[in-house]
């Protein structure tokens, strides 16, 4: 089951008929929620240790469109984590064909959105979900 799923919706597409390349960065930001909290974590729980990500880099790899009507699934990994920064890969597709890769760095912040360490029961969590190198 994908971490997060929706329906293209008309206005996401462009003129081509095929979902605009910025929507896919929506996708993934929807999802990553649902990422964090697969892996033991939720984003409220963050939140309630005083506790944010902020987005620092992010890069997208299309393999083929994603169109209005279709339904885009969204699965996600964390890949690394650094001291003050994780990287989660998503993979978004529509049924079994792959629409795009997106790899996003967050830097984890605190109330003041300063970057701070990931604390270490954070660390674990993360990384029992991730993939091995």
């Known amino acids: 089951m994908p971490a997060w799923s929706a329906p293209v919706r008309y206005a ?4 081509q008929g095929v979902v605009f390349n910025a929507h896919y960065l929506a996708y993934a930001d929807e999802a990553v929620a649902y990422v964090l909290a697969e892996h033991g974590l939720s984003y409220g729980d963050l939140l309630a240790r005083g506790l944010d990500t902020s987005v620092v880099a992010t890069e997208l790899q299309w393999s083929s469109p ?38 996003t760095t967050y830097v984890l912040t605190d109330a003041q959105r300063t970057p701070t360490p990931v604390p ?3 660390r674990a969590l993360w990384l029992r979900g991730a993939a091995a190198p």
């Open 12 to 15: 996401e597409c462009d003129q």
């Open 66 to 103: 994603a169109r209005w009507g279709d339904v885009v699934d969204v699965d996600g990994q964390v890949e690394r984590v650094g001291r003050t920064s994780f990287v989660v890969a998503f993979t978004i597709s529509v049924g079994d064909r792959l629409c795009c890769r997106v790899r």
């Open 120 to 122: 270490d029961d954070v």
